[in-house]
């Protein structure tokens, strides 16, 4: 029997809007998948606004929040104006007020979208190749936020940046320094404090 508190994203889309809905454990493994589905709905040429239900997301983690952050700047260059999360819990509203959202995000404490329509987000596998680059697009998005993440998560991004590097010059990702596996895993151990 599956986790019931793994990860699982949802979405709905009527007219142009979509409603995307994270429910469960929400770390980098899901990271392949939510940016996957980031990238395809901007490509919709129909889309008209976008809505994050965060209502039954359990845990978040800082690659999550900077994958959700991207939405709010792809919203922002589109249709210049903010996108909307939903977030009941007080937990997972400070870790968005502490990551700085609230600045480029409405956020809203009502009632989780129920919706018949919600689809399973198609899963993309974390692939070890494409891992730490997507790791280190949400966490260089998160630095560009505010002064605050910049210092969070500048030492993570000039590791990954490193960790990239020296891929490139080995010719692949060497497994045993682990830097992929470190991707597709938690948050870096220096920010858990931070986000969760």
Not at 48 to 70: C, F, M, N, P, Y
Not at 116 to 122: I, K
Not at 126 to 144: I, N, T, W
Not at 171 to 185: K, Q
């Amino acid at each position: 029997m599956p986790d019931s508190n793994a990860g699982r994203a949802l979405y709905a889309e009527h007219q142009g809007t979509y409603v995307l809905k994270l429910v469960g454990d929400i770390r980098a493994p899901i990271c392949a998948t939510l940016d996957s589905f980031v990238e395809s709905m901007f490509c919709d040429v129909k889309l008209r606004s976008i809505l994050v239900d965060l209502s039954e997301t359990q845990l978040i983690d800082s690659t999550a929040l900077g994958l959700i952050a991207k939405i709010a700047v792809h919203t922002r260059k589109r249709f210049q104006e903010k996108p909307v999360i939903i977030s009941t819990r007080p937990d997972i509203t400070r870790i968005l007020d502490s990551m700085g959202l609230e600045q480029v995000f409405d956020i809203v404490q009502e009632a989780s979208v129920i919706s018949h329509a919600m689809n399973e987000v198609p899963i993309e596998r974390c692939v070890e190749s494409s891992a730490c680059q997507k790791v280190l697009e949400a966490h260089r998005v998160l630095m560009s936020l505010n002064e605050k993440n910049h210092e969070t998560f500048k030492e993570v991004v000039a590791a990954l940046e490193f960790d990239q590097f020296d891929s490139v010059v080995d010719g692949s990702i060497n497994e045993s320094i682990g830097g992929a596996t470190d991707c597709c895993g938690d948050i870096h151990p220096d920010t858990r404090k931070h986000v969760g």
